[in-house]
């Protein structure tokens, strides 16, 4: 069996696979130029902690199989075989010579449609969205007898389906899961203004490329008002501060498209006594973070004081986005340092200075600029300035040669794109361009939610964001600039009782570097199982030490060895056994028991 690599670009570092609990099975490049999306699904298990391996011809199924591209029919004999002895199949590509195995057959294809997944009747589920998501990409299923609807396409055909055979199970994505996690969450390539919201609450049509004129969610089905707000006036205007709340994207789309894919993995897992360990996103005990961040605009003293004295108060330290031209003298860069705040980059291509415009030579030098001002050498984080973005991923590639790791461009410039607009609360690794002789950028992607609470966003989106953060067990994004922490006493205010609410809820408020370092450390983690007459043995590889490392295992499993700790910890609606441990460089081994 292949290991499957662990982003060979994106994580260098991880270890290799040793008995991965899920097999990709059959996974291929792709024949031609087309994009893989199959691809994603290592970023999905790897983001999980998840072990995971691939499947070279001749090898014998093992833990739970996922399909990610289409099956030969001699490997549908086989896979059929497995699942009647007690195997555990998901299926996320076209089922074609499965379906019968699948207990269905395929219809009509669609490019993009909202899908409804069914809360009630089926115990696949722990955890479904409270309104229907976007899919794009995949096929209607038709189920026959015996095959459970677990979600539904707008005309009632089937969706998501799971169907017992023998001793084992199935469950089958006609919505194309991974192609969904993707587009929503990197869009499409920007290339011209996007289409503004009928309502008048997002025009995007401003005649500056950005992030949102590449979104793959719509603006007028995939948003809703806060809760106990609207409905929108008729003579609304995009104004500042708001008139009033407006429609925002509330839910994570792309999030609820990975915790299905991953509920239905522990729920075959489950069914057919596979032991699947995962490696929680945070430390032991914590279950979603907060993030704030800092946009130097104006670059004046008086700005940068009044945001150093907000953030003081606040009790947070932020990553500062430092934007060319100018500079706010020493004082303010060596106060930001003193405070503990992360010097990040700004980036500006605006076309409002020199430099200030798209490309490689001007980013180059402008991170050049940002090292000479802040007098830091290693600067590992940015944000686009205005959130600029044109084309798809080029603007990674100078990332990773400029040696930023974490990007947190991405996000709202609209008061109607607030929230959600590219259907995340997680950071990932974004899938590379086809042809582009990689698979993953190595640059972590950090969404952004919204602004100025306040002023450039309504006061009651912030629980919003914080609910679906915590609901999917990411990071909540709120950005703040000087100038309004300056002259608006509500924003200042706003921030302020931000922090406090996200601390009540248990969340802690880290800055973009030390998420990029948390992030990279745990995904040198690899769980691997064996089994033994008595239950399992977990072997535990660290490339370098973990401190509060959160193993979650299936909920009532006992657990001998070395100094730990055992708490049950809710994630995805599933209830787990949290193992907590501070890992040492090396192996580590426990022994399981039901």
């Not at 503004?196 to 590449?214: C, V, Y």
């Not at 490696?279 to 914590?286: A, N, R, S, V």
């Not at 020199?354 to 090292?371: E, F, H, K, V």
Request: net charge negative.
């Amino acid at each position: 069996m292949t290991t499957a690599h662990q982003h060979a670009e994106a994580a260098p570092t991880s270890p290799s696979a040793v008995g991965p609990t899920v097999t990709i099975w059959a996974a291929q490049p792709p024949p031609g130029p087309a994009q893989e999306w199959a691809e994603y699904a290592t970023e999905v298990l790897a983001h999980a902690g998840i072990s995971h391996a691939g499947s070279d011809a001749g090898d014998a199924p093992s833990g739970v199989v996922l399909v990610t591209s289409p099956v030969t029919p001699a490997d549908a004999e086989t896979l059929a075989a497995w699942v009647e002895q007690g195997g555990a199949l998901v299926v996320t590509a076209e089922p074609g010579p499965l379906s019968a195995l699948a207990g269905v057959t395929t219809g009509a294809a669609s490019s993009t449609a909202q899908v409804t997944v069914h809360g009630d009747g089926t115990d696949v589920w722990t955890h479904v969205p409270p309104r229907p998501l976007r899919a794009v990409g995949g096929l209607a299923l038709t189920p026959a007898e015996g095959t459970t609807t677990l979600a539904s396409w707008p005309d009632g055909s089937a969706a998501i389906t799971a169907r017992r055979h023998g001793d084992g199970v199935v469950v089958t994505f006609g919505a194309d899961v991974l192609q969904s996690i993707v587009r929503i969450q990197q869009g499409f390539a920007v290339v011209a203004d996007g289409v503004p919201a009928s309502d008048g609450t997002a025009p995007i049509d401003d005649d500056i490329l950005k992030a949102e004129d590449g979104m793959a969610l719509d603006l007028e089905t995939d948003r809703a008002l806060p809760p106990g707000e609207g409905p929108v006036p008729d003579d609304y205007t995009h104004t500042y501060p708001p008139p009033s709340a407006v429609p925002m994207f509330d839910q994570p789309h792309a999030d609820w498209w990975r915790s299905l894919l991953l509920q239905s993995v522990w729920w075959a897992a489950e069914e057919t006594g596979v032991l699947v360990p995962w490696l929680g996103y945070w430390p032991e005990g914590i279950s979603a973070i907060a993030h704030m961040s800092h946009d130097s605009d104006g670059n004046k003293p008086e700005d940068g004081q009044a945001a150093l004295d907000a953030f003081a108060d606040a009790g947070v330290q932020v990553t500062w986005c430092q934007v060319f031209p100018g500079g706010y003298g020493p004082e303010i860069y060596e106060a930001i340092t003193a405070a503990g705040h992360e010097h990040a980059l700004h980036y500006n291509a605006m076309h409002d200075a020199d430099l200030a415009s798209w490309g490689w030579p001007q980013i180059r030098a402008q991170y050049a600029w940002a090292q000479a001002v802040t007098g830091r050498e290693r600067i590992v984080s940015n944000k686009n300035h205005y959130t600029r973005w044109e084309g798809w991923t080029e603007f990674y590639t100078w990332c990773e040669r400029l040696g930023i790791e974490i990007d947190e461009s991405r996000g709202p410039s609209k008061q109607g794109t607030v929230g959600f607009p590219f259907g995340t609360a997680h950071v990932s690794f974004p899938l590379a361009e086809a042809g582009a002789g990689r698979t993953f950028h190595d640059v972590l992607n950090l969404p952004l939610h919204t602004q100025d609470l306040a002023w450039a966003g309504h006061a009651s989106i912030r629980d919003v964001i914080l609910d679906g953060a915590q609901a999917q067990h990411g990071v909540a994004h709120f950005l703040f600039h000087g100038p309004h922490l300056n002259i608006r006493p509500m924003t200042r205010a706003a921030c302020v009782e931000l922090a406090d609410e996200a601390r009540s809820r248990g969340m802690q408020w880290w800055t973009a570097e030390r998420i990029n370092t948390w992030e990279r450390t745990r995904r040198g983690v690899r769980l691997d199982v064996t089994a033994t007459d008595e239950g399992w043995t977990l072997r535990v590889e660290a490339q370098t030490p973990v401190t509060g490392a959160a193993i979650l295992l299936p909920a009532g499993v006992r657990v001998t060895g070395p100094d730990h700790t055992l708490t049950q910890a809710v994630r995805h609606g599933r209830t787990f056994t949290e193992l907590a441990v501070d890992l040492p460089a090396g192996a580590t081994t426990w022994s399981l028991t039901r």
